[in-house]
């Protein structure tokens, strides 16, 4: 009796080039599938992005100062984020330039929920080559269960949750570039692989394993390709171009991993922190994405996030994780249609979908289930508020109230701007003291100094204060 789930090995030499073969099912469900699963995330990525900023949840760190980018490159000009510093060049801080193929969408609706909506979009779209990958190599059933565990793994939600971010152009490029390296699709594979240069300047590390992997695969001259560019693209960019746009003419963030501290090894797995990470990407698979070569592309993103010395790289918050989802869980695939037991691929599918659904109840989409739908007790009136506010002036906001003027004012980080020697006509504060939504507090212990500096209040609401320059 022949196997429901076949094997995809074949003796030879070269592991990391396993060939897989089509099977599960009529090609109507395996092409319909993963579009209809996508459809749906991202319709759940949208409500869920959209609604907290609705709620005055977003900030200006990060969704304001991504807006003012995509702004300025919709306006044709270079992008300058007023939130990092006055004239202060995006690119010299980090390489996004793919940032501007927003700018078309932006330019038809100048809002940030174009950029929340098109971050949605983009995650999303990473659901079809990895359940279509899953489905060839189980069944249309097993392979749609592992694309929704796919869909609401925990670094996904984590990005959609946290403002709008650069890395969601990687997602879908890693996703589609991982089917390609499964199915020994070596041209596609590195076809989707180099884009990803023009998305952040730490994914050229990505794109050398990539091309490492097409090399040991066999296909020697395309892999050294892909691998050269990745070294020399990386090295190009981190010592030449964003120290050229960058205003003290450095690399900033070498800082948090240009010091050696003691055993490497212990650097890179510890604090236990770490580790947490590591056994949070594989226990959704069931630690089978180990089974497969592929996992091995994301030990570049583990490596300059481990070695950092910024804690906020280590753990399971914000978006860092988001790019390396759809490596586990591709390998996951890919790993499952290299099994002979069908029985412990089914169960295996089984365990991913139940790890999903626990932790769902501890994760950003729980809240689609009501209290994203319950207004903000200071939305309206923050919005009465801004509506004070001409459009293109020069304003200091509080990081939660910054990202709901970018689209159509000059906006700078409070307290910064009042250290920085321009004063910016107004100032848009929350006072939690006077009811206002809560703060950060190096926000809250600089309120007190603002009528001093020759700020006066000419409108409150809830908490939410206006204040402009008395001689204006």
Known sequence: MSSPVPSLTRPGPRPFATPLSPRGGDSRRRLGRPHLLAA???????????????????????????????????????????????????????????????????????????????????????VIPVTRLAIRTTTPRLGTAIGIAYGLSWGLQRAVAFDFHEIAFAVPLVAFCLEGLALRRWRTAAAWALPLALVKEDLPLTVTAIGLYILLSGRRRLGTAVLAYGVLSGLLIVLVVIPALNPDGQYAYLHSADQAAGNPLTRLLLPPQKLGTLVALLVPTAFLALRSPLILLALPTLAWRFWST???????????????????????????????????????????????????????????????????????????????????????????????????????????????????????????????????????????????????????????????????
């Open 40 to 126: 749906l995330f991202f319709a759940a990525y949208a409500a869920l992005s959209v609604t907290k900023h609705l709620r005055l949840q977003s900030t200006g760190y990060d969704l304001g100062i991504f807006e003012q980018a995509v702004r300025a490159y919709a306006e044709l000009r270079v992008p300058v984020s007023e939130l990092k510093g006055a004239g202060y060049n995006l690119l010299g801080d980090h390489f996004h330039p793919i940032l501007a193929t927003l700018a078309p969408l932006y330019r038809l609706f100048p809002t940030p929920l174009t950029l929340l909506t098109a971050q949605a979009g983009l995650i999303a779209l990473s």
């Open 310 to 472: 910024t804690p906020a790289y280590w753990g399971l918050e914000y978006h860092y994780s988001a790019v390396l989802m759809p490596v586990v869980f591709a390998a996951f695939a890919h790993a499952l249609g290299r099994l002979h037991r069908p029985r412990l691929v089914t169960r295996a599918v089984a365990a991913s979908v139940t790890v999903s659904l626990l932790a769902l109840a501890f994760l950003p989409l729980r809240e689609l289930a009501g209290p994203a739908w319950r207004p903000s007790p200071w939305a309206d009136a923050a919005r009465e508020v801004m509506a004070a506010v001409p459009d293109g002036a020069e304003i200091g906001a509080a990081n939660y109230l910054a990202p709901q003027l970018t689209a159509r004012a000059h906006v700078y980080r409070l307290p910064e701007v009042l250290d920085s020697g321009r004063k910016p006509e107004w100032l848009l504060i929350s006072d939690p003291a006077r009811g206002g939504m809560p703060d950060f507090p190096w926000e809250r212990s600089r309120l007190p100094e603002i009528p001093s500096l020759g700020y006066r209040l000419v409108m409150e609401r809830s908490g939410i204060q206006l204040y402009r320059l008395a001689d204006r």
